[in-house]
């Protein structure tokens, strides 16, 4: 009777139990047996192929899903019983090796030097992996976070430098600009010494437009003649 109400059982590991507890009563349950050992044997198989077939394929949140799927039928294999224990090896091998991969590229983001890289990065991959790559999204966030901070003392210096010139304020603008939030109160900062410097040279201009110094109205044309 136990023999075939484990017929509706799905699971592999109780199954075997039923199966192994069943042999001491020798050939006079073999009729039973039978048909409880097929089903746990397609349920073997199915599951190595299906683990296999995902392997191949390579997607880690699949893999995952796959690995806590089986997890269950990965007991000890016996001379009786598969048990599916290779097939959960090589999928978890080859999940190892993707997990890895995915960790090379994120490291490969600490020598970014623009924040939108390595946003671009964690957008890619942050969400499938989870936990598993908590490390590395933290050092980059930690990266991301040295960047911003690099980048306003740039921009402080420049904007507190005597005798800037229109062209590093202009550079350093432009290298900035699409830097968020993080950056605006450096560069605002810099704007507005950037705005300054231009009212002074402007100022110059003007009083040299009265000027009959025709040496002074060529050296300034020549030296502004990239800010015009």
Known sequence: AKLNASLSIDDPSKIKAVLEDSEEFGDVVEIERQPLREKYDDLIKKAQDHMKEVASGGDFAEM?????????YNFSKTDKYDSGQEAFAELRTKWDQVLEGTKEKLRALMSETDPKKIDEGLEEYEYTYGTTIESEVKALQERKQKL???AGTEMQALAAKQGATIEEFDAMLEKYKHWGEEVRTARDALMSAHRLRLADIAREAGELTKSKDFKAVEDMLAKFDGAM
């Open 64 to 72: 995952l899903e796959t690995m806590d799927r089986y997890e269950v």
């Open 148 to 150: 911003f901070r690099t």
